[in-house]
């Protein structure tokens, strides 16, 4: 017998002790009959699921795992991995890199980071073959993308705690891409990928290869991937034209039974156009179009004003078309993107019970969006003497001055900055991973036992660029342009007085009139930051399926520890720490570490039960100590039926950026109660050392059939309760604005600052502090089904998702609780059901694949009173609204696959449409507040697809 086969007999018999024999439908999820006759023929390595560290497979584990295979992922139809797992029902409100263009000034852009249950990013916890993977940005989000795709075998998705198994941040659940170790041989992938617009188009190339050395003894294994794509730079879509948007309605008072909000189409902005809007004052209305070519000053016009009031920043019906061109839609719908990974592995079989292995990676990701066509929402002061005005208001002016008291000095304008580039981001990031580590197998005191031990460091470097965003003193010396009283140039009023200031006037009055040396002036360089993650991970671990046996048989135990440490520091210059209009960096500096052990055992009960219990105590350098615990049974009366129960504690530690943030700051609107005035501020959000760890408590009750009567079928249904207590939060600006003005909460107003602006006080800048507030809490029921059949001379395998949400309760402590089950608009949508059907039918050399995904209808807000007419007042808790329905919506993806021969190669051709019927995304009233809100899809890009038909197709070989 060889030493391999040797290995591999110890760890089957293990595995076989333990009680982990691979249950039909897992094998059904991963399509691997050859797996099936192993089993029964010999001795294979055993199989370790996600969320135990004692080897189980998904349907007998107490906590329910979601097996994904690599076949099920390329017939797919997605350009990525985290794009396919994104479809699943139970993942929710990920990030990824179309989504994410927004996130400018936290570096965030670009990033594919998994949600599970809608609980956030920050709750999921991310696994490359069951270790931690270092994050790509300070919140901790971990980009799927760094991982070796041409490698991975499958992907299981726990959806349920498991931080007494792997610690921190395993509240949602877990997802853990499995590497296939033991390829053997060489393949590759070209996939070439367009929209039915013919844009977005995209180019995937992957080359991996693995071979064995030094008699079987050793394994080494390499993958590259080059990915490249041209963006979708504004969201060129006829959908979303219509001008659909959620507004406070101009026309409510709390008597005259009309409802609060309002959401229709023909909806624009009221205090901006492209070339400038007066917004108050005698002058209101005008605004300023194309420059003259004759006079060189810009064309006047009168603003035909909808629905709306004088301080709304909405208006219905009117010239809303005009006001807003250049700014609506204006933010990426995809971004470009160049991405290159390269991994490498290699396994060397010490003895026959002592392997060593060492793993390295390194990945390089650039990615350019746009944010939006930056406007001024009713906030540009212009004099009275401004040069670039067109005679006819500068006639305007001087006869009412002439005529009434006090004298028109300035106006306040707002524009959508025509002329101007939009404004956007350009990161760029390296993240490399090294890995050491070792496994074996040993005999102490008439025991079996496996052990593993590895050391990883991994390090992001982050370099987190602006552009096309302006220096806002540069910009009020700029706009502040004058004829100079001897020479009789238009210039900046500062040069005047300095005539060696620099300053070059910008004429922001009309269209077209902004100069290339205008922009040097004000936009001089982009600010950036450069930041580097470190992440060390040492850990061990020891198990045996027999430590002691009981009336039931064997109790397997497995035990371990695991030191960790998260480090973040960075660089700025001074010159780009304050004064932008976006980004405003700070250096975010600090670190904490964490010790902590687990034990963990599988005890039979009696025959067909089991029991599943977990203990971890971590340490905390920052926070303190804290326990996570699990405790599950699985009960099978009967081979076709199972039953399986699991509570636990876990708990989320906070992260890098809820810790340190310095307080980066942005740009933002809000609307101010009780007017409802839109008023530009600049938002700062820091972190806080005062934040402890959430804890959850989590209840998963589940039924697992197979039924004997018919092979190849297995069904699951599974409800899940997870409550948080003491969730890690911040309070938006809007709700600290509505907090304060509405509801007289002191502590809120305190984080309000505020600038003199002639005699009126206007806000200048909200704080946002994360804190520990009250609750979260989720409930609702996965189900999921597969079967496979023979059918004619093929294969037919079917599987269904679905998630189904019952409560999604967020409750902050002061404000007033907010249901998301059933809501459809938000980053926190939770539609009550959303599914995926897939249906794929192979033959000998042709397979094709049917999938249908979707979500169900929803609403806005749960609290909110639907009505037209005769409304009650609304309150801050229950709003009215005039249309509180949002459609749900279902896609349609088909592929097809074709093997052949190529010389020495196999190859597949294969061809997938997503989406095929090319079908739009429901319409979704965003807003009210937001000056962001007109240049961002009039959908939910979380829950609606946006980019229409996609086409993907390509080739694979394999040597």
């Not at 292995?357 to 009713?378: D, I, K, R, W």
């Given at each position: ?50 969320g135990?560290r ?10 329910p795992?979601?097996v994904?295979?690599?076949e ?25 890199a179309s989504?994410?263009s ?21 709750r ?14 300070s ?52 996939e070439y ?5 013919d ?46 948007f959620?507004?406070?309605?101009p ?8 409802p ?6 023909g ?37 035909a ?28 719908l ?14 060397f079989?010490?003895?026959p019970?002592?392997e ?58 707002g ?19 090294y890995?050491?580590?070792a ?10 036992w496996?052990?593993?031990t ?5 390090v992001?470097k ?16 700029a ?17 005047i ?14 269209i ?8 040097d ?22 198990a ?9 048989g ?8 695991e030191?960790r ?37 599988v005890?039979p ?15 905390y ?6 326990e ?6 699985t ?43 839109a008023?530009q ?5 820091t ?17 697992v ?15 899940f309760?997870?409550?948080?207590e ?29 600038v ?5 006080q ?11 507030f ?22 037919l395998?079917l ?7 019952i409560?999604?309760i ?52 749960n ?5 037209t ?35 020495p ?23 009210p ?15 609606y ?15």
């Amino acid at each position: 017998m060889s030493n391999v086969t040797s290995r591999l007999s110890l760890r089957a018999a293990i595995s076989n002790r333990l009680g982990a024999t691979l249950a039909c439908a897992s094998l059904i999820a991963l399509n691997v009959e050859a797996q099936e006759t192993s089993v029964a023929e010999g001795p294979i390595d055993s199989v370790t699921v996600t969320g135990s560290r004692i080897a189980r497979d998904g349907y007998d584990a107490p906590t329910p795992v979601s097996v994904l295979g690599a076949e099920e992922i390329q017939t797919s139809g997605t350009a990525n991995v985290a794009d396919f797992v994104n479809t699943l029902p139970s993942v929710l409100g990920s990030s990824t890199a179309s989504n994410s263009s927004g996130a400018l000034s936290n570096g965030q852009a670009g990033i594919a980071a998994l949600n599970l249950r809608s609980l956030g990013t920050n709750r999921t916890l991310v696994l490359l073959d069951g270790q931690r993977s270092v994050a790509s940005a300070s919140t901790g989000a971990v980009d799927i993308n760094t991982f070796p795709q041409a490698l991975i075998e499958r992907v299981e998705i726990v959806t349920g705690g498991a931080s007494a198994a792997y610690g921190s941040d395993a509240v949602g659940g877990v997802v853990n891409f499995i590497l296939d170790r033991d390829f053997t041989g060489v393949k590759t992938d070209y996939e070439y990928g367009v929209t039915t617009y013919d844009d977005n188009p995209n180019h995937t190339f992957t080359l991996a290869a693995g071979m064995p050395f030094a008699g079987g003894r050793g394994h080494v294994l390499f993958s590259s991937e080059y990915f490249t794509q041209d963006g979708v730079h504004t969201i060129d879509r006829d959908w979303n034209e219509s001008g659909f948007f959620q507004i406070n309605n101009p026309n409510y008072t709390p008597t005259n039974g009309e409802p609060f909000r309002l959401v229709g189409g023909g909806i624009g902005p009221s205090q901006h156009t492209p070339g400038g809007l007066i917004v108050s004052g005698p002058l209101r209305g005008t605004y300023f179009g194309t420059i003259d070519q004759t006079t060189g000053r810009a064309t006047v016009g009168r603003l035909a004003y909808g629905t709306t009031s004088a301080s709304n920043p909405w208006m219905i019906g009117g010239d809303w078309e005009y006001t807003s061109q250049g700014h609506a839609g204006s933010n990426s719908l995809a971004p470009d993107e160049e991405r290159r990974t390269i991994f490498g592995r290699a396994s060397f079989e010490l003895t026959p019970a002592v392997e060593v292995f060492a793993q390295v990676s390194h990945n390089e990701y650039q990615g350019l969006s746009y944010y939006q066509q930056t406007p001024n929402v009713g906030n540009i002061t212009i004099r009275a003497d401004n040069a670039y005005l067109p005679a006819s208001v500068v006639q305007q002016i001087a006869q009412y001055n002439a005529a009434n008291d006090p004298d028109i000095t300035s106006f306040v304008m707002g524009s959508t900055n025509a002329g101007i580039p939009a404004a956007g981001s350009n990161n760029e990031r390296e993240v490399n991973r090294y890995l050491l580590g070792a496994d074996g197998d040993f005999a102490l005191i008439g025991r079996d036992w496996h052990w593993d031990t590895y050391f990883q460091r991994g390090v992001s470097k982050l370099d987190e660029r602006l552009i096309n965003t302006w220096n806002n003193a540069r910009m009020a010396l700029a706009q502040d342009a004058v004829v100079h009283p001897t020479t009789g140039e238009i210039v900046c009023r500062s040069s005047i007085a300095d005539p060696s200031n620099g300053c070059v006037p910008i004429n922001r009055i009309g269209i077209g009139g902004v100069t290339q040396a205008a922009l040097d002036y004000v936009i001089p360089s982009n600010p950036y930051r450069e930041q580097e993650l470190t992440q060390d991970v040492a850990a061990f671990n020891f198990a045996t399926n027999d430590v002691f046996s009981t009336w039931a048989g064997p109790v397997s135990l497995a035990f371990g520890g695991e030191w960790r440490k998260e480090k973040i520091e960075g660089f700025v210059e001074k010159q780009y720490e304050t004064g932008w209009l976006y980004g405003n960096y700070l250096v975010t500096k600090g670190d904490y570490h964490v010790t902590e052990g687990y034990i963990e055992t599988v005890a039979p009960l009696w025959e067909g039960l089991d029991f599943n219990g977990a203990l971890r105590f971590t340490d905390y350098s920052i926070s303190g100590n804290v326990e996570t615990w699990k405790a599950g049974l699985t009960y099978q009366p009967i081979p076709d039926l199972k039953f399986r129960v699991t509570s636990s504690k876990d708990i989320r530690a906070p992260n890098l950026n809820e810790l340190f943030a310095a307080g980066t700051a942005r740009t933002n609107t809000v609307n101010v109660p009780p007017s409802n005035q839109a008023v530009q501020f600049v938002q700062k959000q820091t972190g806080s050392l005062l934040l402890q760890p959430e804890e959850a408590e989590s209840l998963g009750i589940g039924v697992v059939v197979t039924p004997s009567f018919a092979p190849g079928l297995a069904f699951s249904v599974d409800y899940f309760d997870i409550e948080i207590e003491d969730a890690i939060g911040t309070v938006t600006a809007q709700n600290t604005v509505d907090l304060c003005f509405e509801q007289g909460v002191q502590s809120f107003c305190d984080n309000i600052s505020y600038v003199s602006v002639g005699d009126v006080q206007q806000i200048s800048e909200i704080l946002l502090v994360p804190f520990n507030f009250a609750s979260q809490r989720t409930k609702g029921l996965d189900i999921e089904a597969s079967y496979r059949l023979q059918l004619g001379h093929g294969d037919l395998s079917l599987r269904g998702l679905a998630t189904h949400y019952i409560d999604n309760i967020t409750d902050n402590g002061i404000d007033f609780p907010v249901d998301y089950a059933g809501v459809n608009q938000g980053g926190n949508a939770t539609p009550s059901w959303s599914y995926r059907l897939s249906a794929t039918y192979a033959l000998d050399v042709l397979s094709f694949s049917v999938i249908g995904r979707g979500v169900s209808s929803g609403v806005y807000n749960n609290s909110f009173i639907e009505c037209t007419s005769n409304c009650p007042t609304s309150t801050v808790e229950h709003r009215t609204i005039n249309d509180n329905d949002i459609d749900g919506a279902f896609y349609l993806d088909m592929s097809a696959t074709y093997s052949f021969t190529m010389g020495p190669a196999d190859a597949e051709a294969f061809l997938s449409i997503r989406n095929l019927f090319n079908t739009d995304p429901e319409l979704v009233g965003n807003g009210p507040d937001g000056n962001n809100t007109p240049a961002y899809p009039q959908t939910n890009r979380i829950l609606y697809d946006t980019m229409g038909r996609v086409f993907r197709l390509g080739v694979r070989m394999s040597f």
